[in-house]
Each structure stands twice: as structure tokens, then as C-alpha cells.
């Protein structure tokens, strides 16, 4: 049996046991964003990594150091955001091949600090190292939030509305168009795919606001990550696909290429947009609250009491979509 | 240019500009084994990340998943363990290859829980991805210690005593005995190699004395750690010869295949035992100490305010010796 048969959350289930040696202090471990552990009074640590392969989660040709570079340091940073906390010190582990130039790395983390410095993250040091073949970041991110405002997918009820706070499917058009080598004119999408921007302010609106029932970062799908609240939360959900919000530049794409639009939006992910719930009767004051300060806020659907995920398309009918999005080994 | 021109601290000293955005709060950043900031109180967090790529740090061949599990996890904690730190919490990124099976993993993780149920650390989430060929995992581990416990390799005075904590030179004759393919009945020598045991309990009873000026662990080979060590206190060393302390399985291994037993001892490394200095005057304590609690103390010489490292043989001459160890880049 490989990885790939059985996916990379049947493989977290799978080594979950016997990893929580000392439960004291631990407010949460695997199975969210980040894991969250008391240090002292209020405020709380919160710790993530991730790491991006060569020809896995980018090509070297497509793009620039100074994107990867960013785009490391991001992906992390919207993990703190999705618990609505601060996102404070990282640690950057890099492998690299013969074939990568100093020109490259200079740039690559010059990247890095302008994203670092946009969010006042120290880089604090990290490991170095050659690699036989392949390009490998990893990033591990500390953040702080108060332990009273912290935002996990588990704690959504039947009846919130669900929320965006940005455009989904700009990404996922992005990298269709890298891999399908199309020539266009159009550069806001594929941006969007290698320079996502974590919402990092959001997070802290809606946190701070203590209204929302729970929050999650949109990194492999708007579906694949509604289906994470859900299934934490244990119910279901049904959004609507005009209610999907999406960028006029994602709309032509689709139009043009004839692409489809609900599955670049739902199901390919890399937004980095914040997706949570909010009792209905809150909705209007955390909208506010995020619209007041420059952010957005789409509400898209509601949850309900019946597990699965359900689309309610145009014509008004209902069909179950799956919650199918990025996973590495399937 | 490429990175190997410049080697792995050329590369960090080269980026390190610009890395430290926001410095209230930061005890220590890039530069030593761990960055530390301050949480609240007198416990500091610590925050340490160690990658190990396939080709580089490790054969598929010869180590076992379950000593790969059990040293990705050991060589973190031999960084919180060289701050006189305690190791807590860690982040375990992987990126897996095709002809990887789950059994591989399984084993993998059964070593990595092992080694952290025995030091009480949490295992708290991570990343898992695919590999286009090489397997790579990163291990980010938060630790805490009391900040005016914590030991730098900065701290060293002139006329300290040099000590180790623990025999060297039987990882670097393991690895010569895998690279070379030598048929020997000696084990220990290619388990010191592959399943390095960190000195956490050695590194708290340091730093709990508060007596020592230094501390560091050997991960590059005593030579370039012991530089680390003088050139961040702006002073020199003098070690001798025959107060290295080695296993007679190691001794018995350059004897027999005529291998230079200094070079072993003092340029390779991946010993991770700790080596530290310590005023003249309170070397018994701390001896003491760390025998009364079955730990080792081995003196190997004294600081000296000429900068540099040097070696006095066993026929009393002194020799100039480099501060080479390993460096992926070189």
C-alpha cells in the first residue's frame, strides 16, 4: 500500500495516535491549522509549517524566486490567520540542488523579508542544506492569539451562515493557465496563483469581533475545506454558486476557455482567503466590522443538520457536490 | 555563483540583513542553535527546525524508518538541548516519493514517537506532501527555558575549560564504515550514526547549575563547533590530544583499518553530545553534577584569548588545526 491509496488526512488519522505524549497545556494538536499550546496568562503559542517541493507545488520556470520566496512565508502565515491569531517568528528550512544559483536565493529571500516585514514576522534562523535534485522550502510559523479568541473548524452550528472573505478560483485559473501553457493577457490570475496574499487582517477582525463559530483558510478548496468544518463540526453544509464571489478577470477565463467555473472555484484551491460561519443573527455586525476596515465579507450559504455538501445551482435546483480538492496523493 | 562557493554559514551571514523586523521581544535570532523570544515571565520559548534530505543526510538503504523517525526528531532536540532548554513541542513536514510505502512510514513515525514519549515531547501536527524522487522531512520543535538559564555560544571567557559531554568520533566511523561498505561485527559504531541520543538531561543540569559560560552541541564535529563557539566570544582554544574522549569500539575501528582517529574525533561530527566551557574554578561542581546523575564530564583543554583552534599531541608539540567539519556546501 502506498500513500497515495489512501490520501494524506487517511494518513494523518492514520499516525494521529500516540503523538499526544503530554496533554497538559495542549489546547490543540493535529487536525487543525495550526496546533496551539498555553504558555502563560491569555495569550497562546500557535505553531505551523509547511513545506513546498519542486514539481509538486511549483516549477522553477514559472515562478520568480522573489514569488517563492513570499509565497512560502504566506501559506504559513494564513494558517495563523485562519485561527484569527498573530502571526510572530519563523524558522525557514531550505534544500537545495546544485542546479540553484546564490543569484536565486538572494532573491528568493528577499521575497521572504518583503512579505515579513508587510506583517512584522521575524525570520529567526532556520537550516540550509544541499539537495540532490529537487528545490525544498519549509516554513515553521509562531503565532500568538489569545486563548478566548482562537477560531477552530469544530465549533460551527446548524444555521450559520457561511462566509469568504475574499474571491475563490483566481488561483486555481492561474495555474490551469501555466499548465495548459495558454497564452494570455491576463495576469491578475496566475498572480494570484504564486503570490497569495493571507488574511492575516481579517483573521483578527473576525476574532477579535468573537461572533464567528469557526474559521479555516481556503488552501485546498472552497469544498475540501467546508468539508473540514463540517466534518470537525459534525454537519453539512449548502452554498449557492451565485453567491460564489469571483473576479471579473476569473469569469472571462472561464468564458473564453470554456473552463468550468464551480470546479476552479470549489475544487482546486490556493486562495488563502478565510472561510468560516457565523450565527445568522451576528452576520450583519461582522460584515460590517470587515467592511469598515477595507476587508470583504460574501456570504455563500448556510449549514444545516444533514451531513454532505450541497450545491444550490442557478436554476434553483440542489445537487451534492463532493468535497474533492488538492490533495498530494490522490 | 552557487551556494557551495560561499558554504552554509557564508549563505546565512549573507542573508541574515534584513531578516530581524521587529526586535522587542527577540533574545536571540539567526546565529546560534535556537532563536529565543520571550513568551512572558521568565520562560522563553525556544524554536528550533532541522531538515534531512534523502542523498544528503541519510541512504534509504541503511537506515532503518524507525532510526530516521527516532534522529529527525533527536537532532532538534539536541539543538533545545545545547540552549540548556527543554524540548516541548514539534511540527513534522514530509515529503514523500512514489516508492515510499505506508509500512516505510509507519515505522518511520513508530521511531519518532519513541524518542519523544521518552523526552516527554508533544507531536502536534505538521505537513504531509509528495516527492518527485527524494524523501525529505523537516522537524520544527518549540522548546522553553528560563531565560536566565539559557546558555549561548556567545558567553565564553578566556581560561574556561573546554569539556564534552560525551564520547566523539563513533558517528563519523559508523558513516565511514557505511561509505566504505566495510563487513565489521562492531554495531555500535553504525548505531552512534543512526540513532544519536540528544543530551537534554545533560544540557539541563548545565544550564540549571548556571556556572558554565558556553554551550553547544557537536552536530558539525568539535572542531567546527568549538569555532563557533571562539569566533562568537572573540577568543581562541587549545585542546589535547589525549584527553578526547572516544569508545574503545572506535579506537579498536581506526586501528584496525588505519584511519585517522583525529579526524574522525574532531572534523565530522553528528555526535550531538554537548561541548561547553566553564571558569576553572567551578569545573569540579559541575562535574560533580553531572556525575552524581550519571552524566559524563570530559575536560578537553582551555580557552585562550589568540583566536583560533589548536591541538596539543601526545608527544606535547602544538599544531594549528582547521576548523573544518561538515558543510554541505563545501
Known amino acids: 500500500m502506498k500513500l497515495k491509496d489512501i490520501g494524506e488526512f487517511g494518513f494523518i488519522e492514520r499516525i494521529r495516535k500516540g503523538c499526544l505524549i503530554r496533554d497538559k497545556s495542549v489546547i490543540r494538536g493535529i487536525g487543525d491549522d495550526c496546533c496551539v499550546f498555553s504558555t502563560s496568562g491569555e495569550i497562546a503559542t500557535l505553531l505551523t509549517t509547511d513545506m513546498l517541493v519542486e514539481k509538486i507545488h511549483f516549477l522553477l520556470g514559472t515562478i520568480s524566486p522573489y514569488q517563492l520566496g513570499r509565497k512560502s512565508l504566506a501559506v504559513n502565515m494564513s494558517d495563523i490567520a485562519a485561527m484569527g491569531g498573530t502571526p510572530r517568528e519563523a524558522v525557514i528550512s531550505i534544500a537545495v540542488p546544485d542546479t540553484v544559483d546564490l543569484a536565486f536565493l538572494d532573491d528568493f529571500y528577499e521575497g521572504m523579508k518583503s512579505i515579513a516585514e508587510e506583517f512584522e514576522v521575524n525570520l529567526l534562523g532556520g537550516d540550509t542544506t544541499s539537495s540532490p535534485e529537487h528545490l525544498v522550502v519549509n516554513v515553521a510559523l509562531v503565532g500568538e492569539a489569545r486563548v478566548d479568541e482562537i477560531l477552530y473548524r469544530s465549533g460551527a452550528e446548524v444555521g450559520d451562515v457561511i462566509f469568504l472573505t475574499g474571491p475563490v478560483g483566481s488561483s486555481a485559473a492561474g495555474l490551469d493557465i501555466l499548465l495548459k501553457k495558454?497564452?494570455?493577457?491576463?495576469?491578475?490570475?496566475?498572480?494570484?496563483?504564486?503570490?497569495?496574499?493571507?488574511?492575516?487582517?481579517e483573521g483578527r477582525i473576525i476574532a477579535s469581533m468573537k461572533v464567528a463559530n469557526s474559521l479555516i483558510d481556503v488552501s485546498d478548496g472552497v469544498a475540501a475545506d467546508l468539508n473540514?468544518?463540517?466534518?470537525?463540526?459534525?454537519?453539512?453544509?449548502?452554498?449557492?454558486?451565485?453567491?460564489?464571489?469571483?473576479?471579473?478577470?476569473?469569469?472571462?477565463?472561464?468564458?473564453?476557455?470554456?473552463?468550468?467555473?464551480n470546479h476552479l472555484s470549489l475544487h482546486v484551491g490556493e486562495d488563502y482567503v478565510?472561510?468560516?460561519?457565523?450565527?445568522?443573527?451576528?452576520?450583519?455586525?461582522?460584515?460590517?466590522?470587515?467592511?469598515?476596515?477595507?476587508?470583504?465579507?460574501?456570504?455563500?450559504?448556510?449549514?444545516v443538520s444533514d451531513a454532505g455538501l450541497k450545491l444550490q445551482v442557478r436554476d434553483g435546483s440542489i445537487k451534492v457536490i463532493g468535497a474533492s480538492g488538492w490533495d498530494h496523493f490522490k
Open 274 to 303: 478565510l472561510l468560516g460561519t457565523v450565527p445568522a443573527q451576528a452576520e450583519a455586525d461582522l460584515r460590517e466590522a470587515l467592511r469598515s476596515q477595507d476587508c470583504e465579507f460574501y456570504p455563500i450559504g448556510r449549514t
Open 228 to 261: 473540514h468544518i463540517c466534518t470537525e463540526s459534525k454537519l453539512g453544509a449548502v452554498i449557492e454558486e451565485e453567491m460564489i464571489p469571483t473576479t471579473e478577470a476569473f469569469r472571462a477565463y472561464c468564458k473564453r476557455f470554456n473552463e468550468d467555473a
Open 182 to 201: 495558454r497564452e494570455v493577457d491576463e495576469e491578475d490570475l496566475v498572480e494570484a496563483h504564486h503570490d497569495p496574499y493571507p488574511h492575516v487582517k
